[in-house]
């Protein structure tokens, strides 16, 4: 049943900034790095939901805005689905 499951954050995936484009810094912005792929798949094998916040953090610990949509898009290709 529905009740079974849980909600399990963690660090699904790493994030990037975006720079300076046009002449716009965009600072604390960023998108998905890499996606942890294998370990997504381990959450829903145990029937339980990936919560991925937009807040991701680059491999220096820099911390991003990442807009949701661009993390649902690379989360559904790397994950082929």
């Known amino acids: 049943t529905a009740q079974d499951g849980n909600v399990v954050s963690g660090n699904f995936y790493s994030a990037q900034p975006f720079g300076i ?3 716009v810094d ?3 912005s960023g998108f998905p790095r ?4 294998e370990k997504i798949r381990q959450v829903h094998e145990s ?3 990936c919560l991925l916040t937009p807040v991701g953090v680059s491999p220096s610990g820099e911390v991003y805005n990442v807009k949701s949509e ?4 690379s989360v559904a290709k790397a994950l082929n689905a």
């Open 21 to 23: 484009l046009n002449g």
């Open 26 to 28: 965009y600072k604390f």
């Open 34 to 37: 890499r996606i942890e792929v």
């Open 47 to 49: 029937r339980d939901i």
């Open 70 to 73: 661009n993390l649902a898009t």
